[in-house]
DNA sequence: GATGAATGAGCCTTCATTCAT
DNA sequence: TATGAATGAAGGCTCATTCAT
């Protein structure tokens, strides 16, 4: 449904959203592999059976190719992660839980764009051009519903008092991409679903005791 | 002590250590800042008050200079987290408790070692060329450690016996670098060392519950 | 007729050849006039009217540059020659006279390509690198080549049974190029003609006797 | 004798000696193997023993090393080649036959020596550095004294009048540059003394008849 | 819609050269 | 006497970018 929306799109659209889907997930793909400064456009261009004249055609820069990809990751899952944590009905652990289990479905099932967030949140640190900038705000929304759902938890009593709002919030973010950095780099070797759970059950019985 | 070993050092052999100190700690610090591929040998010679022909008198090559920047993080860090957890008696979760302190204590005494060999360990997995390879070795120590460190907990009955031993060990790593990253990007924001007791209590409640 | 072979060749073809065609003939002519290591990707852009972004657009590295000018002088000189004297019947000595008179005329029709093969040939004598290797495999199949017509001349008693083979062939190599090379070098100094048929009938008078 | 010319020499003048015939016997060789262009300063000193300033403590600059190495090449080659051949008494044709018998023992007892006049005759046509214009006076003398000797031939009836005086000078370097070239690129492959004389025996009975 | 040719800024690297010691 | 540290100009090469077709 998402793709063919409109169901009389004529062939030209057609072959435009094609081949922007595949340049978008060759360059998903790779800057995940190799990381945003160390892929070519010609890399990304070669993947995509294309070439690099096509990526100035459809995105008019490198960097605004990345733009893209931040806005695609955004919208695949940070907004549905936001909206169905504010939908869910629960205390202030469960949200947290959910937040595990929910990205950790987007990871397995759309694990570019989901790593190439959290890459491109690692790579560079200088905050001074645009792409790092616009990293940072998608970051800041997470952090800024973590520390929403923490306060309630810790107003409604579902939280220790003693929780520092702030370092308990970054202590999610760290715990949930450290997870899934650690999860892409082991690739073959760790068993993906038993990983989180592990992850979460810990993380959960962390804060509030092994009966949870 | 290390730096002056012979106070009679004559001017030469002086003037080469302190050139080499100062590359190396503006490569450490820029690669930390903007990543490996997006910082150019001008920026660091410059950082280092020097000129680019200078590392290559020194380094021979930019991945060279890489190199012995994991040299001398590993020996710095590495070397004696492992050292210091083969000494240390204690239960598998004091262990592990430690293993955050210590390099806690490492990140915040040289974060720029401890965080550049974190985020190579991210940059690019390719693991095509010597330095990639390079940075895996130095991670597969700290995992073997660690899961003989884990192993050792299950027979003992110190630790669950369904805890998964890769999975586990990957999820301390995970846990860890995650922290280091995150402490690292929100900087100012966040207190360090409440971060880091939070980080390694819940980590702890999270294994043995609450009362450990 | 070779380069217009096909007359409805479209503009993008034709660029790319007249382009190929200018920084090939750039590179004949520097390498010849100043050496290949004294020359410049830089001259050979500029003497070709392009960039040196172009050459390598079309020749990927200096050294491969290099390769394919060896394989153009080896298929406009070496290959006609080795063709023109298989199907040539005569005498040793006329094949060898045929030799001199052959290349010659190649030197004057296209006097940079020969000599191109000719200086490569002494440039660099360590057989490392692999346009080295090139060179060498062009001048071996000039002296099996050569070596075969003075074996067939011995045994068909049209040269003199103590002549030996190797040193013979390399004598012949040897006079043709220093011919070149200082024809090349004293340029406007000398009549090209005069002087290569003052090679030759030299040459085959000190074979044959001065009745030859 | 030569190197102990003065018996008291201190020993400074005897360090100083040795060093600078270090540097260029080191020189000579690898300008002879690799050409002057692509042979290093680094490669220079690194064979002498000793490091780069000492070649400009000794020599001031690259250019000026390799304008000694042209001196001590005329001074051993072709100052003694036009003392020989001026005493000479004999016909045009002997003293032919003696420029290639003089040179060619030259050429066994210091091969780098004569090798690397003719190379760098031959690396470099541009003629407007001081080494280039050196190589040319160098061989301006050669050849000045070559066209002596034909003259005087042709006037004596010792040669045919028709031999054009300037191109059979010509002649006589190109076959006997290309001889030293060819013999020291074949190295191994073919015997020196046998080489030689089939050179200057097919060489002169060029001139003169089998009978010469 | 997409390509191939070409550019230019900037990178890593080399190397002759300088100089304090 | 000779070295090791350091420089700077220049070389080969990469890569994002432009543009005619």
Known sequence: MTKSAAPKMNKKALLREESIGRLTQAAFRLIVAKGYHACTLQDIAEAAGLTKGAIFFYFESKENLLLQLLDIAEAHIVDPLIEHLDE??????????????????????????????????????????????????????????LEVIVDRGKASGELPRSLPTREFATLVVATHDGMMLEWHRRGGGIDGRLFVRTVWQTFLNGILGPKA
Chains 1, 2, 3, 4 share one sequence.
């Open 88 to 145: 869910k009905r629960g205390t202030a652990p469960e949200k947290i839980a959910s937040f595990f289990r929910f990205t950790s479905k987007q990871g397995i099932d759309r694990p570019h764009e989901l790593l190439c967030l959290i890459k491109m949140s690692i790579e560079s640190r200088t905050g001074t051009d645009i792409a790092d900038r616009r990293v940072s705000e998608i970051y800041e929304r997470i952090y800024g519903m």
